[in-house]
């Protein structure tokens, strides 16, 4: 059998073959879990290419090949969880250099970096990426990174990616753009001008809700080398079983991703047409106010909806009497979830904060999985009446 080729083959031949080859040993179509700490050394400084678990394992080295090539990159790298594989692109910095990043990023990564690697020196600038003057004007000597999230978590708001590419790149920055919410399938940062992709395979990437994984793709080889420096020197590496689940949901990723983007386009609409929401907010829809870089950008709006409800005591009522809709944290699997951000993901960002960024009380987010449509509009109906 010949391995895939990420140069010619299509997105869903990259999805099941990219990154592996059956087993030479038994012939196994799926890669082994590689379930080992160390590996057996022939002789005296002559190993197999394999030393040490946390350098180097087989099933994980799968798992990185196949997402760098459904994002169109030379290297994979991945991480205990999408936050450590943030964390290992920051440390990568020196004290004294700057990040600019923007406002509404998910809560853990805004605690991260507020509380955490701001002790080390680093500092960081907030703005809002929608407006790229932001970013130009945040930009100073020192600035060394610009982080993105396009869609951002929980607005639903988008960035210009070309246009933040060649800010960054012109002050001598690199570019980092986590995927999360868009995935490889919809959207593929690294053609746009990107040089850094980072994922939590967490989410979409294995869309099961059975993993916590981060994954960065790059294709500058020095880049690589140093992420990979980092990660061998602090330790953040998934499991085997992690690498191998996480694997098993790439597989599928481009049939899931059109079950969401189907669902999510079409509770978008029914909820904007519903009388109990203040306001809707979804790329796909025409009255997002980045509709149209949305169509540029992405070639499918995901399963990630947030609606304004108007106050917080509105809110909880609807959460708490959905059937389908899972009072969750988290997103991006089959099972569709319900939580409100201000009080679940971004509680750690401070009030003010969140209401400067329009994460109030009443914000509900959804991530709408792969049931029954007429199911899941029935449940939000049931518990969206008498609001």
């Known amino acids: 059998m010949t391995p895939s080729d990420p140069a010619t083959d299509r997105f869903a031949t990259r999805a099941v073959h990219a990154g592996q080859s059956p087993d030479p040993t038994t012939g196994a179509i799926m890669p082994p879990v590689y379930q080992t700490s160390t590996y057996v050394q022939p002789e005296l400084g002559g190993h197999l290419g394999y030393e ?36 290992a692109v ?44 932001q970013v130009q004007d945040a930009m100073r000597p020192e600035t060394r990174l610009v982080h993105l999230e396009t869609p951002t978590n929980p607005m639903m708001r988008l960035c210009d990616l070309e246009e933040i590419a060649e800010i960054a790149h012109e002050g001598d920055a690199l570019l980092m753009v986590d995927n999360t919410f868009a995935t490889p399938y919809n959207q593929r940062p690294l053609a746009f001008g990107a040089d850094i992709v980072v994922h939590s395979t967490t989410k979409y990437l294995n869309g099961h809700s059975d993993v916590i994984g981060g994954m960065i793709v790059v294709d500058d080889d020095a880049l690589a080398e140093e992420i990979h420096f980092v990660r061998k020197s602090t330790g953040a590496v998934p499991g085997p079983m992690d690498a191998w689940l996480v694997l098993r949901g790439t597989k599928t990723l481009h049939l899931r991703m059109e079950a969401h983007n189907r669902n999510g386009m079409e509770i978008a609409r029914f909820l904007e047409a519903h009388p109990a929401p203040v306001s ?22 995901t399963g990630m909806v947030s609606l304004e409800l108007g106050d917080g005591a509105r809110a909880k009522r609807m959460v708490e009497r959905t059937r389908l809709f899972a009072l969750a944290e988290s997103l991006g699997g089959v099972e569709s979830l319900i939580g409100v951000p201000a009080l679940m993901t971004h509680a750690s960002v401070p009030e003010d904060r969140r209401a400067f960024m329009g994460v109030t009380d009443g914000l509900v987010r959804l991530s709408v999985g792969i049931e029954d449509l007429d199911d899941l509009k029935a ?4 518990a969206l009446k008498g609001l």
């Open 280 to 301: 809707v907010f979804y790329p796909g829809l025409e009255s997002h106010p980045q509709h149209d870089l949305a169509r540029r950008q992405m070639s499918g709006f």
């Open 52 to 87: 040490y678990a946390r350098v180097q394992n087989p099933t994980r080295e799968a798992l990185e090949g196949n997402v760098a090539a459904l994002e169109g990159g030379a290297h994979g790298i991945a991480f205990a969880s999408g936050l450590s594989a943030i964390e």
């Open 379 to 382: 449940d939000l109906d049931g």
């Open 90 to 133: 920051i440390k990568t910095l020196d004290a004294g250099d700057h990040v600019v990043s923007e406002e509404n990023t998910y809560g853990g990564t805004n605690r991260m970096f507020n509380h955490v690697l701001s002790r080390l020196g680093i500092d960081f600038t907030f703005v809002d990426t929608r407006d790229s003057d």
